[in-house]
């Protein structure tokens, strides 16, 4: 007889991590936190509800590649362009400062030797952290009436060029964890799937924009994008060796533009995904972290990786910021508002888990390190600001 467990476990999912979501967000914390301790409840930590199967593990994949497309088509050229140049240099700092401390603390924690396999195995612990959720430093500056304000747009800038960034590093380490293929030959490989990229988008944007012009507000435009979504997902992944998730961001990219269709697309992306894939997702990733494989030199080690994920955005971004001639107090406050990890964070460490790179014994402490994250931020933003002098 058929078993019809899957749609209980997908109803507990979704219900608990809805629940706990909006009582997250009622005290000013991202209901991905409730989502992440709601799956920490229903599993193997908490109640033993849930455990992992096929049809969780697929439908949470296709959350990611949803979640990555959304954030690629949210991606605005205009504010980039912009802000450009400043931008990306504090993106830079943003992403190979955590990069390194991140990845040299679990490497002096857990590996020791320098190994090429050791080293990309750190290199992939610190990526988890090169990324920022920049939608809790949004609410909070636009509490304070300052995201319009030259630091708070410069800070939106930078966030949306540290994703990108991140998303390479991330390629790159895909393709050369892979093994038993020479870095040249990956590097070319990625190169190649870059490439592309520029050529299916070059021609895909063209026909987009056509059917915009008459059927921008047809669900027939949102089905073609998700189709197109999940064959650059695929052809990163089966093709060029690169993550399937830099392939739907890049599938968001290429669309990002067509202004008559992009805010509709995202909207029908939006609510799919969150009303099955992305809790699913994010439910999946609170059973995979197992507490009670937390020893003291576990603890120790989240320990000192939350304050090494707070300060190495803090010094990275403020020093990109002090670079670009900002003043000491606007490059503090993009610092701290660039320290919040989320969903991006999450998706990497499952990649690096998926592709034998990330021990899943210290994915509680990556959780404990994206919950304390997303703690402090709006706290140590509003201290700066209230401190210093008005922002421009």
């Known amino acids: 007889m058929e078993s019809y467990t899957y749609l209980l476990v997908l109803a507990l999912i979704l219900l608990s991590t809805k629940l706990l979501g909006l009582v997250t967000e009622k005290i000013h914390m991202p209901q991905v936190v409730g989502a ?45 362009k912009h802000t450009g140049f ?18 040299g603390l679990y490497f002096y924690f857990f590996l020791h030797e320098f190994t090429v396999q050791n080293l990309l195995q750190a290199a992939f612990v610190g990526s988890v952290f090169s990324a920022t959720s920049v939608s809790i430093t949004v609410e909070t500056l636009n509490e304070l009436g300052k995201l319009k304000s030259q630091t708070g747009t410069i800070l939106l800038s930078a966030a949306l060029i540290d994703d990108i960034l991140g998303i390479v590093v991330l390629s790159v380490l895909t393709g050369l964890s892979s093994g038993g293929s020479n870095p040249l030959t990956v590097l070319f490989r990625i190169a190649l799937f870059f490439i ?38 695929y052809c990163a992944e089966a093709v060029f060796g690169v993550a399937d998730i830099t392939g739907a961001f ?12 992009r805010q509709f697309v995202a909207k029908k992306f939006t609510v799919a995904a969150y009303m099955i894939f992305t809790p699913v997702f994010f ?17 120790i080690f989240a320990l000192l990786l939350i304050v090494a994920a707070v300060i190495s955005k803090i ?15 606007q490059s503090l406050v993009v610092g701290i508002g660039m320290v919040a990890r989320s969903e991006v964070a999450l998706m990497v460490a499952q990649k ?14 990556i959780v404990l390190s994206v919950i304390a994250s997303a703690l402090v931020t709006p706290i140590l933003l509003k201290l700066s600001i209230s401190k210093g002098p008005e922002l421009i």
């Not at 010094?315 to 107090?329: A, D, E, T, Y």
């Open 315 to 329: 010094i990275g971004c403020g020093l990109g910021g002090k670079i670009c001639r900002l003043g000491n107090h």
């Open 352 to 365: 690096g888990i998926n592709a034998g790179m990330i021990d899943p014994v210290i994915l509680p402490a």
């Open 250 to 261: 890049f599938a968001g990219l290429i669309l990002c533009n067509i202004a008559k269709s």
């Open 36 to 80: 992440l301790v709601a799956g920490i409840i229903l599993g193997p930590s908490g109640l033993g509800l849930l455990e992992s199967t096929d049809f969780l593990v697929k439908t949470a994949e296709i959350g990611v590649i949803m979640l990555m497309f959304t954030a690629g088509i949210d991606t605005d050229m205009e504010e980039l």
């Open 283 to 299: 439910a999946s990733v609170g059973m995979k972290t197992d507490l009670t494989t937390m020893n003291g030199e576990i603890l």
């Open 196 to 233: 592309f990229t520029l050529f299916v988008g070059y021609f895909v944007r063209i026909l987009f924009k056509k059917i915009s012009e008459h059927h921008y507000h047809s669900r027939r435009i949102a089905v073609w994008a998700f189709a197109f979504c999940l064959l650059m997902a």
């Open 86 to 103: 400043q931008s990306f240099i504090i993106a830079c700092f943003g992403v190979f400062v955590p990069l390194f401390l991140c990845g």
